[in-house]
């Protein structure tokens, strides 16, 4: 399994819904709010890295609202 963590830059107002949106993708796992430079963080778990390259580039990244992402892949 890989895993990693996602940080979000979020639009202004529209963390709640982003949340719950990131939320019901496959191979999310978690999904925080946050205060701070980053608005929402999210796990993603996959089979293998390109599979969460594949949830973070083709689907997160789509979702209207998010801004930026800065993807942390875990190696151990």
Known sequence: MTKAFVLIS?????EG???E??????GVK?????YGEYDIMAVVEEE???QV????????????????TN????IR
């Open 21 to 26: 949106e990131i939320r019901a993708l496959e």
């Open 30 to 34: 978690e999904v925080y709010e946050l």
């Open 53 to 68: 390259q594949h949830v973070v580039s083709w689907e997160l990244r789509k979702i209207k609202g998010i801004k930026s």
């Open 10 to 14: 979020a639009d202004t107002g529209v």
């Open 17 to 19: 819904l982003l949340h």
């Open 48 to 50: 293998d890295e390109k």
């Open 71 to 74: 993807t942390m892949v875990v």
